[in-house]
């Protein structure tokens, strides 16, 4: 079965770094998403991206955060300078339909020390 | 934007034990999905269920979208079943999908 996948499954790094985040959506869908989850809190939407731009960001996805499908198989999250706050499980989804059912990777949980 | 309230925060059950977790929304929506999510932190899909029921084993799902609401049944609960149980939601209004998550169940079931 067809599945999300999500590299690095955990990333160490120091405040103000960059990271790039990577997922490799289910082969035929077109819409991706990330989320993220703060320890102990839950799940927040942070983009939504269709055919090759941004659809939807919510308040969280500042100038910070960029997203790209730099090939056809890989959609990245790019932090350019990270903060403590940064610090969370980032989840990549994709569906096949813009109201459809979405399926979630693994998940990469981002340590900012 | 929509709310989504989950019912109860949190639910101690005995193996074998049967129980009802609850989601409430407050706008129409068209898609409604449960998740689990386990020690490892991963999000594992239970049902993808915007309207009616679905049986996947042990687990069932009902969704009243007129009423605003879903309900998750758990039978015969295993200590695998532990973990924080996620309802989210899709607003009708939003054509690009985005999931609306409530703030979980913690379920733990004791041997």
């Known amino acids: 079965e067809p599945e999300v996948t999500q590299t690095p499954s955990h990333q160490v790094t120091q405040m103000g770094q960059e990271v790039i985040l990577r997922c490799v959506p289910i082969?035929?869908?077109?819409?991706f998403y990330w989320y993220r989850q703060i320890l102990g809190q839950k799940v927040e939407f942070l983009v939504s991206?269709?055919?090759?731009?941004?659809?939807?960001k919510s308040e969280i996805f500042d100038d910070q955060f960029s997203v790209e499908r730099p090939d056809g198989s890989n959609f990245t999250l790019k932090i350019r300078s990270t903060k403590l706050e940064d610090s969370a499980m980032y989840f990549c989804?994709?569906?096949?339909?813009?109201?459809?059912?979405?399926?979630f990777g693994p998940g990469t949980r981002l340590t900012v020390l | 934007g929509i709310q989504v309230e989950q019912s109860p925060p949190d639910l101690i059950l005995q193996e074998g034990a049967n129980s009802t977790l609850r989601c409430n929304f407050s706008?129409?929506?068209?898609?409604l999905q449960w998740f689990h999510q386990n020690p490892w932190g991963q999000l594992i899909n239970l049902f993808y269920i915007p309207s009616g029921t679905k049986q996947n084993g042990r687990l069932s799902a009902t969704t009243v979208a007129t009423e605003r609401y879903s309900l998750l049944y758990i039978s015969s609960s295993q200590t695998t079943d532990s973990g924080v149980y996620f309802c989210?939601?899709?607003?009708?209004?939003?054509?690009?999908?985005?999931?609306?998550f409530g703030a979980g169940t913690q379920v733990v079931v004791t041997p």
């Open positions: 989804a994709s569906g096949g339909q813009g109201a459809g059912e979405q399926f």
């Open positions: 082969s035929n869908h077109l819409y």
């Open positions: 706008d129409s929506v068209n898609n």
């Open positions: 989210a939601v899709g607003g009708s209004t939003d054509s690009w999908g985005k999931l609306q």
């Open positions: 991206f269709y055919n090759n731009e941004i659809s939807e």
